[in-house]
């Protein structure tokens, strides 16, 4: 059964819906109470800003899309290696993991002046900003999904002899996908947010920088203009990982 096939029929009908819904209603209130511009511009009027310089949202996106995969991607390799560690050493776990779950109610706009003190500002900095934030989901759902593996599986391979690795692959992984990915779908949700806190404080370019602008100018369609761009790379992220669940996890 290919992805497409495995993906329910309202599971993209409804959601498409609902924003359509949303857009019609946003619509009929800046008629309906004729708001000005500069307080809620029309939709028709964010898709002209669109339209109008879309050579400068499509810049502002890319500096913010890499941003969001290179530091997504380091925070979820850096998650996932340390949640096997902590689930290989007991003592490790026991020790440091939880600290690593009331770290996740940090507010992580919080560190950010700090990364400003210890590195400075620029795109490394951002990048490692990103990592961290994305970090903490990873770890955390890798490390519990790995514990929920049954143990009448366990004592099968056991009863075979099989070793660890083979174990770890057949079953132990396979079991914690369901952890894993919802701990990615956070990740990449917290990426978008990261970059865009990292772009005010940390960064002077992307869309982060332009919604900073935009509001300093009080340019609210373009800001709006700029959120529904960065809406749109939220939800194909966030829409990409969970095919990529779709085509890895058990039927």
Not at 219 to 235: E, K, N, P, Y
Request: glycine share 6%; with cysteine.
């Amino acid at each position: 059964m290919s992805v497409a096939e495995r993906v329910p029929f309202p599971a993209v009908v409804l959601p498409v819906s609902a924003l359509l819904l949303a857009v019609a209603g946003w619509w009929a209130l800046t008629v309906a109470l004729a708001l000005p511009p500069f307080l809620l511009p029309s939709p028709a009027a964010v898709a002209a800003r669109l339209a109008g310089n879309p050579d400068l949202y499509l810049a502002n996106a890319v500096e913010t899309l890499h941003k969001i995969l290179v530091g997504g991607a380091v925070g979820i390799a850096v998650g996932f290696s340390l949640a096997l560690v902590v689930w290989a050493v007991p003592v490790l776990k026991r020790a440091i993991y939880p600290y690593l779950v009331a770290a996740r109610v940090l507010p992580k706009i919080a560190v950010a002046p700090i990364f400003l003190i210890y590195f400075g500002v620029g795109f490394e900095t951002a990048i490692l900003f990103v990592a961290v934030i994305v970090f903490f989901p990873v770890v955390v759902g890798t490390a519990a999904g790995l514990d929920r593996t049954p143990e009448a599986h366990l004592d099968l391979l056991r009863s075979v002899d099989a070793d660890p690795v083979r174990t770890f692959l057949a079953v132990r992984l396979p079991h914690a996908l369901p952890d894993v990915f919802a701990g990615v779908k956070q990740s990449v949700t917290l990426a978008v947010v990261g970059a865009v806190v990292a772009e005010w404080i940390l960064s002077n370019d992307g869309l982060g920088s332009l919604i900073l602008v935009a509001s300093e100018n009080v340019q609210v369609d373009v800001m709006l203009a700029a959120l529904a761009v960065l809406l749109s790379i939220g939800l194909l992220l966030y829409g990409g990982v969970a095919l990529c669940y779709r085509a890895v996890a058990w039927d």
